[in-house]
């Protein structure tokens, strides 16, 4: 998802919301401002924009609908609770949640056993008609499968900096670590993506390339 | 093994299938939102307005803030008043009662004695 950030909004009360950066506010920042103060269309404005994040990370770090859904649901709970005290100008909105939802997620796969190729999703067979289509779509699902094979912290960072398309700061700011021990776990995650997919290269349309 | 632009095409093709939370959940999350909202007051800008006083400040205005606002001040002064009225009346205890006896046994409170004279000065 794209970020948001820059976006007009109008409140409930025909309040506008002014793009992020024009008051030094973000318009998620506003839109939080709008429901502590009580406003009715806050809650759902926020929904729309910030629980597809919460979900679609959760997802991809656990490759699981029903735990992205829990997760999803439990960082925005956070969220609720934290409106009234939050501090504008401090952490990015879409940054904290990041971290809440990612946090969540690795807390799930550390409680989990190890997974193994055996559980990745089967890509779809070569028989005639296979098109060029479900080639791609057979590497989206062979890289999430591929991910789940990451330790916790690999696949966090990877997700964020590859699939997200955080930068490194940004990474480093919801991991609370240093940019380069980002930087340290990306590569060691890209090595060993690298690895586990090298042997899919022939049913996933690579021989042809 | 996959070089590297083998593998920014698993990239791509994974940023490509986006995971979508289906409207139910987003319904959900939006109702338990509006369920934990604060009560609505007073829409006020982000920032003061030129001239005018700091917003939410010192003084009264931060002193009844940190006491719970209106609701709770008016609380305080009906049990102030209420306190008040409870003090002028018979609440003083025995000793606080004159007996009648020339009045078939009534007890009198400090409040009815100032108002028996009251009224006695009055005619």
């Given at each position: 998802?794209?970020?948001?950030?820059?976006?007009?909004?109008?409140?409930?009360?025909?309040?506008e919301?002014?793009p992020?950066?024009a008051?030094?506010?973000?318009?998620?920042?506003?839109?939080?401002?709008?429901?502590a103060?009580?406003?009715?269309?806050?809650?759902?404005?926020?929904?729309?924009r910030?629980?597809?994040?919460?979900?679609?990370?959760?997802?991809?770090?656990?490759?699981?609908?029903?735990?992205?859904?829990?997760?999803a649901?439990?960082?925005?709970?956070?969220?609720?609770?934290?409106?009234?005290?939050?501090?504008?100008g401090?952490?990015?909105?879409?940054?904290?949640?990041?971290?809440?939802?990612?946090n969540?997620?690795t807390?799930?796969?550390?409680?989990?056993r190890?997974?193994?190729?055996?559980d990745?999703?089967?890509?779809?067979?070569?028989?005639?008609?296979?098109v060029?289509?479900?080639?791609?779509?057979?590497?989206?699902?062979?890289?999430?499968a591929?991910l789940?094979?990451?330790?916790?912290?690999?696949?966090?960072?990877?997700?964020?900096?590859?699939?997200?398309?955080?930068?490194?700061?940004?990474?480093?700011?919801?991991?609370?670590?240093g940019?380069?021990?980002?930087?340290?776990?990306?590569?060691?995650?890209?090595r060993?993506?690298?690895?586990?997919?090298?042997?899919?290269?022939?049913?996933?349309?690579?021989?042809?390339? | 093994?996959a070089d590297?632009?083998?593998?920014?095409?698993?990239?791509?093709?994974?940023?490509?299938?986006?995971?979508?939370?289906?409207?139910a959940?987003?319904?959900?999350?939006?109702?338990?939102?509006?369920?934990?909202?604060?009560?609505?007051?007073p829409?006020?800008?982000?920032?003061?307005?030129?001239?005018?006083?700091?917003?939410?400040?010192?003084?009264f205005?931060?002193l009844?803030?940190?006491?719970g606002?209106?609701?709770?001040?008016?609380?305080?002064?009906?049990?102030?008043?209420?306190g008040?009225?409870?003090g002028?009346?018979?609440?003083?205890?025995?000793?606080?009662?004159?007996?009648?006896?020339?009045?078939?046994?009534?007890?009198?409170?400090?409040?009815?004695?100032?108002?028996?004279?009251?009224?006695?000065?009055g005619i």
């Open positions: 998802m794209a970020q948001q950030d820059g976006q007009v909004g109008v409140g409930s009360a025909g309040e919301i002014a992020a950066g008051t030094g506010e973000s318009a998620e920042d506003a839109l939080l401002r709008l429901y103060a009580g406003d009715s269309a806050a809650a759902r404005q926020l929904t729309d910030l629980a597809p994040l919460a979900y679609r990370v959760a997802h991809r770090m656990l490759g699981d609908t029903a735990e992205a859904e829990d997760i649901q439990e960082a925005m709970l956070r969220l609720w609770r934290a409106a009234p005290g939050w501090q504008p401090g952490a990015r909105i879409s940054t904290w949640l990041y971290r809440v939802a990612t969540l997620a807390d799930r796969l550390r409680r989990r190890p997974g193994t190729l055996d990745a999703p089967e890509v779809a067979d070569g028989r005639p008609g296979a060029a289509a479900l080639i791609e779509a057979d590497r989206a699902k062979a890289l999430n591929a789940l094979l990451l330790p916790e912290r690999q696949r966090q960072a990877v997700v964020l900096r590859h699939l997200e398309g955080l930068a490194n700061p940004e990474i480093a700011e919801i991991m609370e670590v940019v380069e021990a980002v930087e340290s776990l990306t590569a060691r995650g890209r060993a993506l690298q690895a586990a997919l090298s042997g899919r290269r022939a049913e996933l349309g690579y021989e042809e390339s | 093994m590297d632009k083998e593998l920014e095409a698993f990239f791509a093709a994974a940023r490509a299938d986006v995971a979508v939370p289906d409207a959940l987003l319904d959900r999350i939006a109702a338990e939102g509006r369920a934990l909202q604060p009560a609505p007051r829409q006020v800008g982000s920032g003061p307005a030129p001239g005018h006083a700091r917003r939410g400040g010192g003084g205005r931060g009844l803030g940190g006491i606002g209106w609701p709770v001040l008016g609380g305080l002064v009906t049990a102030g008043l209420a008040l009225w409870l002028l009346s018979d609440t003083g205890g025995v000793s606080g009662y004159v007996y009648g006896a020339a009045s078939d046994g009534w007890l009198y409170g400090p409040a009815d004695v100032v108002a028996l004279a009251v009224t006695e000065e």
